[in-house]
Protein backbone atom coordinates (compact mmCIF):
# COMPACT_ATOMS: atom_id res chain seq x y z
CA UNK A 1 0.00 0.00 0.00
CA UNK A 2 1.44 3.23 -0.98
CA UNK A 3 1.33 6.70 1.00
CA UNK A 4 -1.07 8.91 0.19
CA UNK A 5 0.31 12.08 -1.78
CA UNK A 6 0.78 15.24 -0.08
CA UNK A 7 2.46 18.32 -0.90
CA UNK A 8 5.99 18.72 1.48
CA UNK A 9 5.00 22.40 2.40
CA UNK A 10 2.14 25.14 2.06
CA UNK A 11 2.27 28.85 3.46
CA UNK A 12 -0.02 31.16 4.00
CA UNK A 13 -0.46 34.56 6.11
CA UNK A 14 -2.49 35.34 9.26
CA UNK A 15 -6.40 35.60 7.76
CA UNK A 16 -5.43 33.73 4.65
CA UNK A 17 -6.73 30.77 3.62
CA UNK A 18 -4.74 27.44 2.60
CA UNK A 19 -5.64 23.88 1.00
CA UNK A 20 -4.04 21.09 1.53
CA UNK A 21 -4.69 18.10 -1.31
CA UNK A 22 -4.36 13.83 -0.48
CA UNK A 23 -3.99 12.18 -3.29
CA UNK A 24 -5.05 8.16 -3.33
CA UNK A 25 -5.86 5.96 -5.80
CA UNK A 26 -9.88 4.14 -6.06
CA UNK A 27 -8.53 1.26 -3.43
CA UNK A 28 -8.31 4.13 -0.87
CA UNK A 29 -9.29 7.49 -1.12
CA UNK A 30 -11.51 7.38 -4.00
CA UNK A 31 -13.16 4.25 -2.68
CA UNK A 32 -14.46 5.34 0.71
CA UNK A 33 -15.44 8.33 2.38
CA UNK A 34 -13.31 7.47 5.16
CA UNK A 35 -10.81 10.30 5.10
CA UNK A 36 -9.38 11.79 8.37
CA UNK A 37 -6.95 14.77 8.82
CA UNK A 38 -4.30 15.03 11.75
CA UNK A 39 -2.49 18.25 13.14
CA UNK A 40 0.97 17.52 14.71
CA UNK A 41 2.97 19.97 16.73
CA UNK A 42 6.36 19.50 17.19
CA UNK A 43 7.15 16.76 20.08
CA UNK A 44 3.78 16.54 20.19
CA UNK A 45 1.19 13.49 19.05
CA UNK A 46 -1.09 13.67 16.47
CA UNK A 47 -4.84 15.05 16.96
CA UNK A 48 -7.54 14.34 14.80
CA UNK A 49 -8.81 17.03 12.73
CA UNK A 50 -11.56 16.14 10.48
CA UNK A 51 -12.83 12.63 9.84
CA UNK A 52 -15.20 11.19 7.50
CA UNK A 53 -14.24 13.31 4.80
CA UNK A 54 -15.57 16.33 6.00
CA UNK A 55 -16.63 15.83 9.42
CA UNK A 56 -14.93 17.37 12.90
CA UNK A 57 -14.75 16.34 16.40
CA UNK A 58 -15.90 18.72 18.66
CA UNK A 59 -13.53 21.05 20.22
CA UNK A 60 -12.27 21.58 16.52
CA UNK A 61 -12.86 25.42 15.24
CA UNK A 62 -14.93 25.62 12.32
CA UNK A 63 -11.93 27.01 10.54
CA UNK A 64 -11.00 23.37 9.56
CA UNK A 65 -12.97 22.15 6.31
CA UNK A 66 -12.70 18.40 4.61
CA UNK A 67 -13.68 17.66 1.16
CA UNK A 68 -13.32 14.85 -1.40
CA UNK A 69 -13.51 14.80 -5.27
CA UNK A 70 -12.35 11.30 -6.60
CA UNK A 71 -9.23 10.09 -5.55
CA UNK A 72 -8.38 13.67 -4.01
CA UNK A 73 -8.94 14.80 -0.54
CA UNK A 74 -8.67 18.04 0.74
CA UNK A 75 -8.38 20.18 4.22
CA UNK A 76 -8.91 23.64 3.61
CA UNK A 77 -7.79 26.33 6.71
CA UNK A 78 -9.19 29.97 6.79
CA UNK A 79 -8.43 32.52 8.66
CA UNK A 80 -4.95 31.07 9.66
CA UNK A 81 -3.86 31.76 12.52
CA UNK A 82 -0.15 31.27 13.74
CA UNK A 83 -0.99 28.33 15.68
CA UNK A 84 -2.01 26.45 12.77
CA UNK A 85 1.18 26.28 12.42
CA UNK A 86 1.48 22.19 12.41
CA UNK A 87 2.09 19.61 10.03
CA UNK A 88 -0.65 17.96 9.07
CA UNK A 89 -1.39 14.09 7.49
CA UNK A 90 -4.40 12.59 5.78
CA UNK A 91 -5.53 9.14 6.51
CA UNK A 92 -7.51 6.65 4.69
CA UNK A 93 -9.60 3.51 4.88
CA UNK A 94 -8.29 0.97 2.53
CA UNK A 95 -9.65 -1.92 0.43
CA UNK A 96 -7.48 -4.21 2.08
CA UNK A 97 -8.99 -3.38 5.53
CA UNK A 98 -5.96 -1.49 6.60
CA UNK A 99 -5.02 2.31 6.76
CA UNK A 100 -2.82 4.44 5.10
CA UNK A 101 -1.23 7.98 5.86
CA UNK A 102 -0.41 10.66 3.47
CA UNK A 103 3.47 11.73 3.58
CA UNK A 104 2.72 14.78 5.62
CA UNK A 105 2.23 18.61 4.69
CA UNK A 106 4.37 21.11 6.58
CA UNK A 107 2.10 24.74 7.05
CA UNK A 108 4.56 27.52 7.96
CA UNK A 109 2.43 30.67 8.87
CA UNK A 110 3.90 33.93 7.44
CA UNK B 1 -12.33 11.09 29.15
CA UNK B 2 -10.33 8.13 28.66
CA UNK B 3 -6.70 8.50 28.53
CA UNK B 4 -4.10 6.19 26.89
CA UNK B 5 -0.90 5.39 28.50
CA UNK B 6 2.21 3.98 26.98
CA UNK B 7 4.83 2.16 28.52
CA UNK B 8 7.87 3.41 29.10
CA UNK B 9 11.08 4.26 26.31
CA UNK B 10 12.79 1.04 25.17
CA UNK B 11 16.85 0.79 24.17
CA UNK B 12 17.10 -2.77 22.24
CA UNK B 13 19.72 -4.52 20.01
CA UNK B 14 19.63 -5.45 16.72
CA UNK B 15 17.89 -8.27 15.97
CA UNK B 16 15.97 -8.20 18.88
CA UNK B 17 12.04 -7.66 20.08
CA UNK B 18 10.40 -4.81 21.59
CA UNK B 19 7.13 -5.01 22.86
CA UNK B 20 4.76 -1.70 23.92
CA UNK B 21 2.00 -1.28 25.94
CA UNK B 22 -1.02 0.60 26.02
CA UNK B 23 -3.25 0.89 28.70
CA UNK B 24 -6.58 2.91 28.45
CA UNK B 25 -7.22 5.17 31.55
CA UNK B 26 -11.01 6.20 32.67
CA UNK B 27 -12.47 3.86 29.99
CA UNK B 28 -12.18 0.71 28.37
CA UNK B 29 -11.89 -0.86 24.79
CA UNK B 30 -15.36 -0.86 24.77
CA UNK B 31 -16.22 -1.18 21.15
CA UNK B 32 -13.22 0.35 19.79
CA UNK B 33 -10.30 -0.34 17.89
CA UNK B 34 -7.08 0.26 18.94
CA UNK B 35 -4.19 1.25 16.03
CA UNK B 36 -0.59 1.45 16.34
CA UNK B 37 1.79 4.07 14.66
CA UNK B 38 5.19 5.13 14.14
CA UNK B 39 6.98 8.11 13.59
CA UNK B 40 11.02 7.73 12.69
CA UNK B 41 13.47 11.19 13.44
CA UNK B 42 11.90 14.00 10.89
CA UNK B 43 10.06 11.23 9.35
CA UNK B 44 5.76 11.13 8.75
CA UNK B 45 3.40 8.91 10.77
CA UNK B 46 3.64 5.20 9.44
CA UNK B 47 0.74 3.12 9.92
CA UNK B 48 1.56 -0.32 11.80
CA UNK B 49 -1.48 -2.28 12.62
CA UNK B 50 -4.95 -2.42 14.26
CA UNK B 51 -6.91 -4.37 16.78
CA UNK B 52 -10.97 -4.63 17.51
CA UNK B 53 -10.65 -6.18 21.70
CA UNK B 54 -13.91 -7.64 21.22
CA UNK B 55 -13.46 -9.65 18.65
CA UNK B 56 -9.71 -10.42 18.57
CA UNK B 57 -8.90 -9.79 14.86
CA UNK B 58 -5.99 -7.68 13.60
CA UNK B 59 -5.04 -6.51 11.20
CA UNK B 60 -1.29 -5.10 9.90
CA UNK B 61 0.50 -3.19 7.22
CA UNK B 62 1.57 -5.53 4.29
CA UNK B 63 5.33 -3.93 5.84
CA UNK B 64 4.93 -5.06 8.64
CA UNK B 65 3.75 -8.69 8.21
CA UNK B 66 5.26 -11.28 10.07
CA UNK B 67 7.02 -8.96 12.15
CA UNK B 68 4.57 -7.32 14.30
CA UNK B 69 1.93 -8.44 16.77
CA UNK B 70 -0.75 -7.20 18.16
CA UNK B 71 -2.46 -8.26 20.97
CA UNK B 72 -5.15 -6.72 23.12
CA UNK B 73 -6.35 -8.00 27.25
CA UNK B 74 -9.61 -6.65 27.56
CA UNK B 75 -9.73 -7.87 31.35
CA UNK B 76 -7.24 -5.17 31.58
CA UNK B 77 -7.90 -2.33 28.97
CA UNK B 78 -4.76 -3.03 27.44
CA UNK B 79 -3.29 -3.38 24.14
CA UNK B 80 -0.22 -4.45 23.11
CA UNK B 81 2.65 -4.17 20.06
CA UNK B 82 5.32 -6.66 19.82
CA UNK B 83 8.41 -6.09 16.58
CA UNK B 84 10.42 -8.48 16.43
CA UNK B 85 13.89 -8.67 14.36
CA UNK B 86 14.77 -5.34 14.94
CA UNK B 87 16.43 -3.08 13.05
CA UNK B 88 18.51 0.49 13.21
CA UNK B 89 15.36 1.56 10.90
CA UNK B 90 13.45 0.80 13.43
CA UNK B 91 13.94 3.73 15.78
CA UNK B 92 10.69 5.83 16.03
CA UNK B 93 8.30 6.56 18.09
CA UNK B 94 6.16 4.20 18.77
CA UNK B 95 2.14 5.43 19.14
CA UNK B 96 -1.39 4.28 20.21
CA UNK B 97 -4.70 5.58 19.44
CA UNK B 98 -8.00 4.47 19.64
CA UNK B 99 -9.58 3.80 16.64
CA UNK B 100 -13.03 4.55 15.55
CA UNK B 101 -15.47 3.77 12.84
CA UNK B 102 -18.46 2.02 11.73
CA UNK B 103 -19.89 -1.35 11.35
CA UNK B 104 -22.29 -3.37 9.11
CA UNK B 105 -23.25 -6.60 9.65
CA UNK B 106 -19.95 -8.82 9.85
CA UNK B 107 -18.50 -5.53 7.94
CA UNK B 108 -15.82 -3.28 10.27
CA UNK B 109 -14.78 0.28 9.40
CA UNK B 110 -12.47 1.41 11.99
CA UNK B 111 -10.11 4.32 10.85
CA UNK B 112 -10.23 7.67 12.63
CA UNK B 113 -8.18 7.96 15.61
CA UNK B 114 -9.90 10.45 17.59
CA UNK B 115 -7.47 9.57 21.15
CA UNK B 116 -3.93 9.13 21.31
CA UNK B 117 -1.47 8.00 23.57
CA UNK B 118 1.84 9.95 24.29
CA UNK B 119 4.16 7.89 22.25
CA UNK B 120 6.91 5.71 23.12
CA UNK B 121 10.25 5.98 21.91
CA UNK B 122 12.04 2.85 20.83
CA UNK B 123 15.62 3.01 20.16
CA UNK B 124 17.75 0.12 18.45
CA UNK B 125 21.58 0.12 18.61
CA UNK B 126 24.08 -1.55 18.91
Known amino acids: QSALTQPASVSGSPGQSITISCTGT?????????VSWYQQHPGKAPKLMIY???NRPSGVSNRFSGSKSGNTASLTISGLQAEDEADYYC??????????FGGGTKLTVL | QVQLVQSGAEVKKPGSSVKVSCKAS????????ISWVRQAPGQGLEWMGR????????NYAQKFQGRVTITADKSTSTAYMELSSLRSEDTAVYYC???????????????????WGKGTTVTVSS
Open chain 1, 52 to 54: DVS
Open chain 1, 26 to 34: SSDVGGYNY
Open chain 2, 97 to 115: ARVRGYSYGSDYYYYYMDV
Open chain 2, 26 to 33: GGTFSSYA
Open chain 2, 51 to 58: IIPILGIA
Open chain 1, 91 to 100: SSYTSSSTQV
